[in-house]
């Protein structure tokens, strides 16, 4: 029997920016950007009374919470926050499945002979993040990853619940049919008018009339409803591809303005490429205008590679040919076509001694045992610098 915990950090964004600055801790604080343009990035947990959500356009949560304090997002501090979570995962298990920042699947199951029952490794888990971080954290227990998101969407805020296997369908049978993973709005309707309103009410329903009702999707939903869900849990070596994106504040137009954007991304990726054991061969670049029109250019190197730089120039050349001297809202920087280094090879007893390093990986190894140890905002590259930005390194981002 599988052993897996979810662990979603509560409210994160904003609880960081409480964290770092204490006036704003018991406050109704609001993570948003451009009053008329943005949305909500992040809500404490003091804000949400009033209906204020993420991904709420921020004219509608003003008007719904006109209190509320507003922070503009640090997405470098929450990357940070973020690598320093996922080091706490680490010590307890290698099978982690990032979800975004601040959510990821554990599975645990190799780990009870050396940390004790799941539970009181999910404890564990939540007391150092508070300890170390001061942020706090929320993780749902179960045999399978459905279950276990479900469970810690429940235990928020700040706890914990676990859901034993043999408990996995009386559990659910209770839950909207809502809360089955691929139901939108429109199949919720659809169960509805059919009268299956729970989890329960489709656990009960024979799977020949759900497959007939709803083809394909029926037999997931009442898999699901029993509590069968065999997907395994994800490491990030198995991700096709790692990258790297943000949008912007305000949009930008011209590529001297574009080009620190995604030299920072190009250098985060480098970064989780290397974090990770993996190099690749093909550099996409990701360009979304202000008309929401969205392009993808990617190239081919010679060589796989890891290093940021050798990434940089490779998305710049790109930049420079899909630019179309439009606004942009977003560009992202992303690697593909990943596999794993080659292993070093054994010297034959007559064999030429191995070429060393080349200088750049001598570099990069020096700067991630920097950023590693005292942050992202320690070193950085002369044009970020002058950008008043670092690296945000979002670990965790797929494109």
Do not use: C
């Not at 204490?22 to 109704?28: E, M, Q, T, Y």
């Not at 948003?32 to 809500?43: D, F, Y």
């Not at 204020?52 to 719904?64: H, Q």
Request: charged share 25%.
């Amino acid at each position: 029997m599988r052993a897996i915990i979810h662990v979603d950090m509560d409210a994160f964004y904003a609880s960081v920016e409480q964290r770092d600055n204490p006036s704003l801790r018991g406050k109704p604080v609001i993570v948003g950007g451009h009053a008329q343009r943005g949305v909500v990035v992040a809500a404490s947990y003091e804000v949400r009374p009033f209906g204020v959500r993420s991904a709420m356009p921020m004219a509608r949560a003003m008007k719904m919470a006109p209190q509320a304090i507003v922070v503009p997002p640090r997405f470098s501090a929450y990357a940070e926050a973020s690598e320093q979570v996922f080091s706490i995962f680490e010590r307890y298990t290698p099978l982690i499945e990032p979800l975004s920042l601040d959510e990821a699947f554990l599975d645990v199951t190799a780990s009870v002979g050396l940390f004790g029952a799941p539970a009181d490794i999910a404890r564990r888990i939540r007391k150092e993040i508070a300890a170390e971080l001061s942020l706090p954290a929320s993780a749902g227990l179960a045999s399978v990853k459905f279950v276990a998101k479900i469970a810690s969407d429940l235990a928020k805020p700040n706890g914990q619940r676990e859901v034993p296997a043999d408990q996995t369908v009386a559990f659910l049978a209770k839950l909207p049919v809502s809360r089955l993973w691929g139901v939108g709005p429109k199949t919720e309707e659809e169960l509805t008018r059919a009268g299956l309103k729970t989890i329960g009410d489709v656990a009960a329903r024979d799977v020949t009339w759900l497959e007939q009702r709803l083809g394909s999707q029926g037999r997931h939903l009442w898999e699901l409803s029993q509590g069968i869900d065999p997907r395994e849990v994800v490491p990030d070596r198995a991700a096709k591809s790692v990258g790297a994106e943000d949008t912007f504040e305000e949009d930008l137009r011209g590529v001297d303005l574009l080009r620190p954007h995604v030299h920072s991304q190009a250098l985060r990726v480098g970064r989780r490429l290397r974090k990770a054991g993996v190099r690749g061969r093909v550099v996409q670049l990701k360009v979304k205008f202000a008309d929401f029109i969205t392009i993808t250019r990617r190239t081919t190197l010679s060589s796989p590679t890891d290093d940021g730089q050798t990434i940089y120039r490779a998305a710049l050349e790109l930049l420079e040919r899909a630019h179309e001297g439009k606004p942009v809202r977003l560009t992202g920087v992303s690697v593909q076509s990943l596999g794993e280094q080659e292993p070093p090879q054994q010297l034959g007893l007559f064999s030429a001694p191995a070429a060393p390093p080349p200088r750049s990986a001598k570099l990069n190894a020096a700067l991630d045992r920097i950023t590693e140890r005292f942050g992202s905002k320690a070193i950085t590259t002369a044009d970020l610098a002058k950008r008043g930005d670092e690296e945000d390194d979002d670990p965790r981002g797929r494109d």
